[in-house]
């Protein structure tokens, strides 16, 4: 299995090269050169596996035995998924009035990033130690990704990562699970912007391919091939929980409600639609609806700013994914894919061809949710079900009551739910509701905490570099760190 750039200027890569990429050196994100179609024996034989049999199929498909075989890449995802809270890792609950909800957040941080980032920081380690190698990590976060990247990685003898932060536009939770990891090789800066804004200096490391080259740098973003990779499992297994029959012809549909930020979960729904598995993807986003615009009217532009909600890790306005589904949806045409996204980039506007509009209208709906629908949609599921949401669940669930109190749906529903309530106390109190964190979080408020303020007056990129060239040296043995 190859892998291409969005773009098309980069030289192919083997999933090693991806694993250990940012962007590509174009300025693209990795796909897969083609990818597998799945055939109805296939379903009906992946229909009866436990998610993590799931995920081994699935990469097995993607990484060549060649590269990990296939026998060591099954006790590399065991092991990725050992320290679960859940014995089925993934768990889908069945509530009232047709409402699924498939919670994939059992792993250490309680957010659905822990299910990707255990799997993809297993393959990492797995060809560092085979090349003797170290790499520097660079992570912008908008809340979760920090918090299970550094929990993935923390304590590796060679892997250094750095963590951008938006200082206060995070949970007090989320800040916490990042800051009290002090080892050695977890460096968190607290920046004084959004989300989309630390991704600015980032980008621009990355743009610099011998910095990159000579420091060993790669992303643990979704921007990364093998975070989308491991999350196209979690519509396959949506779809295997909540059909009601895997002996019809044709095979029946499931509607997946995606809620999502930068459109990782959302690309792996694509891919997976597009390797033959019957599902409709409906995309729910917060007041940030750059999304829901280019769903619904191709208009794929920047609002003026990011507007703060309670579905934190939503609070993006640059969905980075939306390249690879511009380029799924292209026919896989990385000339119309780069003069997108080139023109996005110079005027941030971009009104999207109406026949590739046309197509991801076929493929996706949407739906954009006020914090007021959030509170009333965690306030109304309490009630039914006493069944807590955190706000990012609730986006998807509120389209979910929108939909039934309409009619009653024509095919099942499932609801994925990216994170535990229990990170989200302040939403919680928000709809009213008493929130009930386990002992792990309770832990967080005790612990000594570390990070390094980004300032509005600093040059990020310069103090992103400059932290990069010191973590290099001294792995390299000729600097100790001050």
């Not at 980008?203 to 979704?222: C, E, G, P, R």
């Not at 044709?250 to 459109?263: H, I, K, Y």
């Amino acid at each position: 299995m190859w892998y291409t750039s969005t773009r098309g200027m980069a030289s192919q890569v083997d999933f090693e090269g991806a694993l250990f990429s940012g962007y590509a050196p174009d300025g693209g994100l990795y796909v897969p050169e083609e990818l597998p179609q799945l055939d109805r024996d296939t379903l009906r034989h992946w229909s009866k596996l436990s998610y993590p049999s799931l995920v081994k199929e699935l990469c097995s498909l993607f990484i060549g035995p060649k590269l990990i075989p296939r026998a060591e890449l099954h006790d590399l995802i065991d092991r990725a998924f050992s320290r679960f809270h859940h014995k089925e890792v993934v768990h889908l609950c069945r509530l009232r009035n047709g409402l699924n909800v498939l919670e994939l957040w059992h792993g250490p941080t309680f957010a659905f990033k822990d299910l990707s980032l255990s799997c993809t920081a297993h393959f990492l380690q797995y060809f560092l130690e085979k090349r003797e190698k170290h790499v520097v990590v660079v992570v912008g976060t908008s809340g979760d990704t920090g918090s299970a990247a550094i929990e993935s990685v923390q304590g590796a003898k060679n892997v250094d990562i750095i963590v951008l932060l938006p200082k206060g536009h995070c949970s007090k939770i989320q800040e916490l699970q990042m800051t009290t990891v002090v080892k050695d090789n977890v460096h968190v800066f607290g920046v004084e912007g959004n989300s989309d804004e630390l991704d600015e200096p980032i980008k621009a490391v990355f743009a610099d391919v011998a910095f990159v080259k000579k420091h060993n740098l790669m992303s643990l973003n979704s921007i990364n091939w093998s975070r989308v990779l491991v999350q196209i499992a979690h519509h396959f297994f949506a779809y295997f929980q909540c059909t009601p029959s895997m002996d019809t012809h044709p095979l029946p549909l499931v509607e997946v409600v995606v809620p999502t930020g930068a459109a990782g979960n959302l690309a792996a729904g694509c891919i997976a639609q597009k390797m033959g598995l019957p599902i409709r993807l409906v995309v729910g986003v917060n007041h940030n609806d750059i999304i829901h615009r280019t769903i619904q009217r191709g208009d794929f532009s920047l609002s003026e700013a990011v507007t703060p909600t309670l579905a934190s890790a939503m609070d993006i306005q640059v969905p980075y994914n939306m390249e690879r589904i511009f380029w799924l949806h292209s026919g896989c045409n990385s000339q119309v894919t780069r003069s997108l996204m080139e023109k996005f980039e110079s005027t941030h506007t971009l009104l999207l061809p109406k026949e590739l509009h046309s197509k991801l209208l076929e493929a996706v709906t949407s739906e954009s949710v006020s914090d007021e629908a959030i509170t009333r949609t965690m306030a109304r599921c309490w009630e039914e079900n006493q069944y807590q949401l955190c706000p990012h669940s609730a986006v998807a669930v509120s389209y979910h009551y929108q939909q039934t109190d309409r009619q009653q749906p024509s095919v099942p529903r499932c609801c994925l739910a990216p994170a535990s309530a229990a990170k989200f106390p302040e939403a919680a109190l928000a709809a009213g509701l008493s929130p009930s964190p386990p002992a792990e979080i309770l832990a967080l408020e005790h612990k000594e905490t570390r990070s390094t303020p980004m300032r509005r007056e600093d040059n990020w990129t310069q103090m992103l570099r400059d932290t990069i060239e010191v973590l290099s040296q001294r792995w390299k043995g000729q600097a100790v760190m001050p």
